[in-house]
């Protein structure tokens, strides 16, 4: 399946929804610290609900040790300032899905690393500034689990 990485998230409820879309979807997310709270956090654990047993989720003390763990073939970077869109992709199983912290986005060192195959964006209304972090993450695990097929489920 897909690798959803979520680095330095600050809310705790996406990260919770993204917990429930992992246990949904068959997906793995990763987290990279420092989080924006503990993954105690009550808003966590209710936007989770009682899907924590259920889903994959890995956190990494850096970004550096994400990679060393994943040791990804393809990694796509989700910034709202990439050329490409989403849906431009054909997704492999194993590829990586990399998410920046909502009130910034992934900072330009993250998006240049060179483990980066590539950058990539989904369409909004040039009035838009961005989406919520889960929902993007959405849209594009279940684009990608389309392309083969939503196998599993």
């Given at each position: 399946?897909?690798?959803?990485?979520?680095?330095?998230?600050?809310?705790?409820?996406?990260?919770?929804?993204?917990?429930?879309?992992?246990?949904?979807?068959?997906?793995?997310?990763?987290?990279?610290?420092?989080?924006?709270?503990?993954?105690?956090?009550?808003?966590?654990?209710?936007?989770?609900?009682?899907?924590?047993?259920?889903?994959?989720?890995?956190?990494?003390?850096?970004?550096?040790?994400?990679?060393?763990?994943?040791?990804?073939?393809?990694?796509?970077?989700?910034?709202?300032?990439?050329?490409?869109?989403?849906?431009?992709?054909?997704?492999?199983?194993?590829?990586?899905?990399?998410?920046?912290?909502?009130?910034?986005?992934?900072?330009?060192?993250?998006?240049?690393?060179?483990?980066?195959?590539?950058?990539?964006?989904?369409?909004?209304?040039?009035?838009?500034?961005?989406?919520?972090?889960?929902?993007?993450?959405?849209?594009v695990v279940y684009e990608?689990?389309?392309?083969?097929?939503?196998?599993?489920?």
């Amino acid at each position: 399946m897909f690798r959803v990485v979520f680095y330095q998230p600050e809310i705790p409820p996406n990260t919770g929804n993204a917990i429930r879309l992992a246990a949904n979807t068959g997906c793995e997310l990763h987290l990279v610290e420092p989080l924006g709270f503990t993954l105690e956090d009550k808003h966590l654990r209710r936007a989770g609900l009682d899907y924590h047993d259920l889903a994959h989720v890995e956190v990494h003390a850096d970004l550096e040790a994400a990679w060393k763990a994943l040791n990804p073939a393809r990694v796509y970077a989700f910034t709202a300032r990439a050329a490409r869109r989403y849906t431009d992709v054909a997704y492999t199983e194993g590829d990586v899905l990399l998410f920046g912290p909502e009130s910034t986005g992934l900072p330009e060192p993250v998006l240049a690393d060179p483990r980066v195959t590539d950058r990539l964006r989904l369409p909004m209304l040039p009035t838009s500034r961005s989406l919520n972090l889960t929902n993007t993450a959405s849209i594009v695990v279940y684009e990608a689990w389309r392309q083969h097929g939503f196998a599993g489920a």
